[in-house]
């Protein structure tokens, strides 16, 4: 599949960006970013979760929740970060645009 390791590339750096944003935060994936046992592996040793739904009882008011582009809520290209709790936040990222509020 044409441009699939690029992707998978972007989505595994953009979720350590994200945890260099936000060093203590709680960071979970909606399910998992990638299929590579290895990269799981990398990511949960980085202190990122995965969840299985966005509405899963671990993930708390101020929690940050990655959205894979291939399954997840936002039905956009690119992943999505997402805060939940009073003054919710979503922020897309959709190609090369970059962040957006939504």
Request: glycine share 16%.
């Amino acid at each position: 599949m044409p441009g699939s390791a690029s992707g998978v590339r972007r989505a595994i750096d953009i979720t350590f960006k994200i945890r260099q944003k936000n060093p203590g935060g709680r960071i979970f994936t909606v399910g998992p970013i990638i299929h590579n046992p290895q990269v799981i592996d990398a990511i949960s040793r980085r202190g990122i979760g995965i969840i299985n739904d966005i509405l899963d009882p671990k993930l708390k008011s101020g929690d940050i929740a990655i959205i894979r582009a291939h399954g997840g809520l936002s039905g956009k290209k690119g992943l999505s970060e997402r805060s939940r709790g009073a003054g919710n936040r979503c922020h897309l990222s959709n190609g090369a645009q970059g962040p957006r509020n939504h």
